[in-house]
């Protein structure tokens, strides 16, 4: 089990002046880790490492975000060779770098699909962000012929947001999911219920990037 030190991350419930962001925070984390004997050829640190980013790299801490990769070693303690399984156990403290905006961040992403149920948006390195039809700018509507979310200016310009459209974006919302297993296939033709991500991030549209670069209001 991990146990988390040092500054939390910013809470939803902060309350900033909104900045154009996509970069990740850090956090602080102590674990206990296992180094097998095929990484003993490895200077310690390395191994370290390398086991960190196994067990926690693209992976989702409840309340915490999504870790990126391994930062820094803060601390480590002498290895101590478990009994009966060659495994070195060695107490660290380090610090992961996390995605996890705040509320009212402003965010570029783009978009990844779109359908009735709203917008979905990705950026470099997480998918789950979300942009429901209420929360699209107002008058958008939804093309189900060309399966597209469609918005009209005041001056009846028209845009598209299609797949792969760059737009600005606000944090509004996150939520969280613990990942409990499926149950099993009984067989029977019940559908089983699909799994909620462990975290992801309902959303705002602030604008088109090519509506600033055009000099329209956002």
């Not at 926690?56 to 290895?79: H, P």
Request: charge should be negative.
């Amino acid at each position: 089990m991990f146990i988390l030190v040092g500054s939390p991350l910013p809470s939803q419930e902060l309350e900033e002046e909104a900045t154009l962001s996509d970069r990740p925070s850090q956090t602080t984390i102590s674990d206990l880790v296992q180094i097998s004997p095929e990484d003993f050829s490895k200077f310690s640190a390395v191994a370290i490492e390398d086991n960190i980013n196994e067990k926690y790299a693209n992976k989702v801490i409840q309340k915490v975000g999504l870790c990126i990769g391994f930062y820094d070693l803060l601390e480590s303690s002498d290895g101590l060779i478990g009994h009966g399984t060659g495994l070195v156990n060695v107490n660290v403290k380090f610090r992961m770098i996390v995605f996890r905006p705040f509320k009212g961040e402003i965010v570029i992403g783009k978009i990844t699909s779109g359908t009735e149920h709203g917008i979905k948006i990705g950026v470099e390195f997480f998918n789950d962000i979300l942009i429901p039809p209420d929360l699209l700018l107002p008058g958008a509507r939804f093309d189900y012929a060309d399966q597209v979310w469609i918005w009209e200016n005041e001056e009846g310009s028209t845009f598209y947001f299609d797949i792969g459209e760059i737009v600005r974006f606000r944090v509004e919302v996150e939520e969280w999911h613990d990942q409990i297993p499926n149950a099993p296939d009984l067989g029977d033709g019940t559908p089983v219920s699909e799994r909620k991500p462990p975290y992801s991030i309902i959303v705002c549209v602030a604008c088109f990037l090519y509506m600033i670069s055009n000099g329209e209001p956002c």
